[in-house]
């Protein structure tokens, strides 16, 4: 089975950088994703890493290491409208063209003034 | 650009009712996952469909079936409600063998059972 761990909460203030980290354990490795989902909405997606390293996707970059089963996303020039949950997620499940999404329990990042 | 669509955005039933929810894939998208994310929880997989069969299935219960149509659009069928079924239910559509696998999520249908 698949399972990520990830923390709860992070507070930041507006301007700053903040690191979402995510560490997981998977039957079988596929990529991992980042979703963002405000509050009743809709999980978005941000960033996906299939392979090592670091992809830069405007403020949101988001960085994987398969040795260490570890991941980042990092959130930088912080806004007020990035206070959201954010999961990270690993695809599993059977081999095929499927592979749904395993979802971290999600962290609450709260921006504040 | 357009998006995942589904139908109802929300739904109030009773106890021991049945519900449909459906699902309009991106057009082209031929992967379609359901998922049910109950309140303060991650989105937990309930089943997906590629190419009109079903591919995957996970926590969903017996009492919960679903289907994709020859137009790709899919509906989840939700019989003998309980409480405890009251939660948002995405649905995602994917195309398959295109670049990063992504998923798109629909804005999601809130059932509320009473």
């Known amino acids: 089975g698949q399972s990520l761990e990830q923390p709860s909460e992070v507070t930041a203030v507006e301007g700053a950088i903040v690191q979402i980290n995510c560490t997981y354990q998977t039957s079988g490795f596929y990529g991992l994703s980042w979703y963002q989902q405000h509050d009743g909405g809709a999980p978005t997606f941000l960033s996906y890493?299939?392979?090592?390293g670091l992809e830069e996707t405007g403020r949101f970059s988001s960085f994987l290491s398969r040795s260490d089963s570890y991941g980042y996303l990092l959130l930088q020039e912080l806004q007020m409208k990035d206070s959201a949950s954010y999961f990270c997620a690993v695809k599993g499940g059977s081999s095929g063209s499927a592979r749904q999404l395993t979802f971290g329990s999600g962290t609450q990042l709260t921006v504040l003034p | 650009a357009a998006g995942v669509i589904q139908s109802p955005r929300h739904l109030i039933k009773e106890k021991r009712e049945t519900a449909t929810l459906k699902c309009y894939p991106i057009p082209r998208h031929d992967t379609v996952y359901w998922y049910q994310q109950g309140p303060g929880q991650d989105p937990q997989f309930l089943i997906s469909?590629?190419?009109?069969?079903?591919?995957d299935k996970g926590s969903i219960p017996d009492r919960f079936s679903a289907q994709q149509f020859s137009d790709y659009h899919s509906e989840l069928n939700m019989s003998s409600l309980e409480l405890g079924d009251s939660a948002l239910y995405f649905c995602a559509s994917r195309r398959s063998g295109k670049g990063t696998d992504t998923q798109y999520f629909g804005p999601g249908t809130r059932l509320t059972v009473l």
């Open positions: 469909f590629y190419e009109k069969m079903q591919s």
């Open positions: 890493n299939g392979l090592d």
